[in-house]
């Protein structure tokens, strides 16, 4: 923000006239902030007020097209494109539907953390991942500077080859990467002085390995460090790792937050402020990160969302806690049929108490405002899964081949239950040895089981493996 004084009095009273709107919103979030997550999930910050005075009384926050905004006069102009005044402008820069989203996930994201959050919605999830990282891979010192940080290696396809090609190949950014991420000595050993900050995917996708979230987050910023998280797989309604002390968190909502498959979208939520040691003259920068963000890189570089796909996301999202309740209540089906099947040498879900990462999962993956009769909240472990078929790679693609109900798709998070083969398909760019590190065999089935009824999948993946 420029010094009030070098501004005229039409830009002044067009400030003013802003200022008793912010004061509005303020309260208005601070009402909004005391409903349930259900009902900030289905209203936002989107009121029957709001709509019959702006929008027509329509009850579904409308779809704005238009990519531009235009002003009263010259004053408001100067005003808004100096960001003196709340504005969306220009669709790049900002947009009203965009705006309803992001409220709704800060305000999720946020939700009885104790953490005031804010958001920034991207075209995608890989969009919302670069857009969080590249501000703190900047170079800091006049001489050389050997920058890394330090990431789990458990990670999506895409994720892994944004680092190991973009960053490491193209930019010489070292990526130093975690073995084992639930191995809180594994990720001390790797930090150094040009560490700018620790990242981890949990639940992994395909994997499902967890770390210790909040043992990260205490790590980084013993190191004045930010601990960045994708929380893809879990969703604000079974993990909300700003509790924690994270710093940011982000989401492919083309997974399922937008379960109905219609579009594709990320989101970038921050906590207010973030832990780190880079100097960037913007206060925001550390007060309002991803406020930060949506003002300067995401207009310079345009990863800019697009309205429908917000509306889409939106609108699947008004649910989204009890869709999780039930289909991971179906995955947990699904898994202890998988998991006692002859056929089958190895089921990795969160929800099996054999599985390794079970402990940490327990700890952190829970229904938010469930009830388990004694006042705390129930666990719940959402709908990936893993599965590793007897014998020959052949095998796999067998039992793959001849799923019936189950579609063949690299996707997931949908309301219908898709599978793919990691090693031939999601993992298949980085190549055998990487794969081995991260441990995703050929034999790999990955599952996301949806909102069908469980018996019919479990009728599927049966006569699938009988063909065995
Ligand atoms: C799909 C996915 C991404 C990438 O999201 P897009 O919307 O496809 O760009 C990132 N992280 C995880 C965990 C994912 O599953």
């Given at each position: 923000?420029?010094?009030?004084?070098?501004?005229?009095?039409?830009?002044?009273?067009?400030?003013?006239?802003?200022?008793?709107?912010?004061?509005?919103?303020?309260?208005?979030?601070?009402?909004?902030?005391?409903?349930?997550?259900?009902?900030?999930?289905?209203?936002?910050?989107?009121?029957?007020?709001?709509?019959?005075?702006?929008?027509?009384?329509?009850?579904?926050?409308?779809?704005?097209?238009?990519?531009?905004?235009?002003?009263?006069?010259?004053?408001?102009?100067?005003?808004?494109?100096?960001?003196?005044?709340?504005?969306?402008?220009?669709?790049?820069?900002?947009?009203?539907?965009?705006?309803?989203?992001?409220?709704?996930?800060?305000?999720?994201?946020?939700?009885?953390?104790?953490?005031?959050?804010?958001?920034?919605?991207?075209?995608?999830?890989?969009?919302?991942?670069?857009?969080?990282?590249?501000?703190?891979?900047?170079?800091?010192?006049?001489?050389?500077?050997?920058?890394?940080?330090?990431?789990?290696?458990?990670?999506?396809?895409?994720?892994?080859?944004?680092?190991?090609?973009?960053?490491?190949?193209?930019?010489?950014?070292?990526?130093?990467?975690?073995?084992?991420?639930?191995?809180?000595?594994?990720?001390?050993?790797?930090?150094?002085?040009?560490?700018?900050?620790?990242?981890?995917?949990?639940?992994?996708?395909?994997?499902?390995?967890?770390?210790?979230?909040?043992?990260?987050?205490?790590?980084?910023?013993?190191?004045?460090?930010?601990?960045?998280?994708?929380?893809?797989?879990?969703?604000?309604?079974?993990?909300?790792?700003?509790?924690?002390?994270?710093?940011?968190?982000?989401?492919?909502?083309?997974?399922?937050?937008t379960s109905s498959g219609l579009a594709i979208g990320g989101a970038l939520i921050s906590r207010k402020p973030i832990v780190t040691n880079i100097k960037n003259d913007n206060p925001l920068f550390k007060e309002n990160f991803a406020e930060y963000v949506k003002f300067l890189p995401y207009r310079d570089n345009g990863p800019a969302a697009s309205p429908p796909n917000a509306l889409f996301a939106l609108n699947d999202l008004r649910t989204l806690r009890s869709k999780m309740d039930l289909v991971s209540q179906n995955s947990q089906q699904v898994a202890e049929f998988l998991a006692q099947h002859p056929r089958v040498y190895q089921v990795d879900y969160l929800g099996l108490p054999s599985f390794h990462f079970h402990p940490l999962a327990k700890k952190y993956l829970k229904l938010v405002d469930s009830d388990d009769g004694t006042g705390k909240e129930f666990n719940r472990y959402g709908h990936l899964m893993s599965f590793r078929v007897d014998g020959p790679s052949p095998n796999a693609r067998k039992v793959f081949d001849n799923l019936k109900v189950i579609f063949r798709a690299t996707d997931l998070g949908r309301i219908k239950s898709v599978a793919c083969i990691p090693a031939i398909s999601t993992h298949q760019q980085q190549g055998e040895k990487a794969r081995q590190m991260a441990d995703i065999p050929p034999q790999m089935i990955r599952l996301c089981v949806g909102a069908e009824d469980p018996d019919d999948i479990i009728g599927d993946l049966d006569q699938a493996l009988r063909t065995l």
């Amino acid at each position: 923000m420029n010094d009030d004084q070098q501004y005229g009095p039409g830009v002044l009273k067009y400030m003013k006239e802003a200022q008793k709107l912010l004061d509005q919103k303020k309260k208005q979030v601070n009402r909004i902030k005391k409903f349930k997550f259900d009902t900030i999930a289905v209203h936002g910050l989107y009121t029957a007020e709001e709509a019959l005075k702006q929008n027509q009384g329509a009850i579904i926050e409308p779809l704005y097209l238009s990519a531009s905004q235009a002003y009263r006069d010259s004053d408001e102009m100067e005003a808004a494109l100096a960001y003196l005044i709340p504005t969306w402008c220009y669709t790049r820069i900002a947009n009203p539907t965009i705006y309803y989203l992001e409220w709704v996930l800060a305000l999720l994201e946020g939700y009885k953390t104790g953490q005031d959050a804010s958001c920034l919605v991207t075209a995608s999830g890989m969009s919302a991942i670069v857009s969080a990282i590249d501000p703190f891979l900047v170079k800091q010192k006049e001489e050389e500077e050997k920058i890394n940080f330090v990431s789990s290696v458990q990670l999506y396809g895409g994720t892994y080859q944004h680092f190991s090609v973009r960053k490491m190949q193209d930019r010489g950014i070292e990526v130093r990467w975690v073995e084992h991420q639930d191995d809180i000595e594994e990720w001390k050993t790797k930090i150094n002085e040009n560490t700018r900050f620790l990242y981890s995917e949990a639940p992994s996708n395909p994997q499902q390995s967890f770390c210790d979230v909040k043992a990260l987050a205490d790590l980084a910023h013993s190191h004045e460090i930010p601990f960045i998280i994708d929380a893809t797989c879990a969703t604000p309604a079974l993990m909300r790792p700003l509790a924690y002390g994270t710093d940011i968190v982000i989401h492919s909502l083309t997974k399922s937050i937008t379960s109905s498959g219609l579009a594709i979208g990320g989101a970038l939520i921050s906590r207010k402020p973030i832990v780190t040691n880079i100097k960037n003259d913007n206060p925001l920068f550390k007060e309002n990160f991803a406020e930060y963000v949506k003002f300067l890189p995401y207009r310079d570089n345009g990863p800019a969302a697009s309205p429908p796909n917000a509306l889409f996301a939106l609108n699947d999202l008004r649910t989204l806690r009890s869709k999780m309740d039930l289909v991971s209540q179906n995955s947990q089906q699904v898994a202890e049929f998988l998991a006692q099947h002859p056929r089958v040498y190895q089921v990795d879900y969160l929800g099996l108490p054999s599985f390794h990462f079970h402990p940490l999962a327990k700890k952190y993956l829970k229904l938010v405002d469930s009830d388990d009769g004694t006042g705390k909240e129930f666990n719940r472990y959402g709908h990936l899964m893993s599965f590793r078929v007897d014998g020959p790679s052949p095998n796999a693609r067998k039992v793959f081949d001849n799923l019936k109900v189950i579609f063949r798709a690299t996707d997931l998070g949908r309301i219908k239950s898709v599978a793919c083969i990691p090693a031939i398909s999601t993992h298949q760019q980085q190549g055998e040895k990487a794969r081995q590190m991260a441990d995703i065999p050929p034999q790999m089935i990955r599952l996301c089981v949806g909102a069908e009824d469980p018996d019919d999948i479990i009728g599927d993946l049966d006569q699938a493996l009988r063909t065995l």
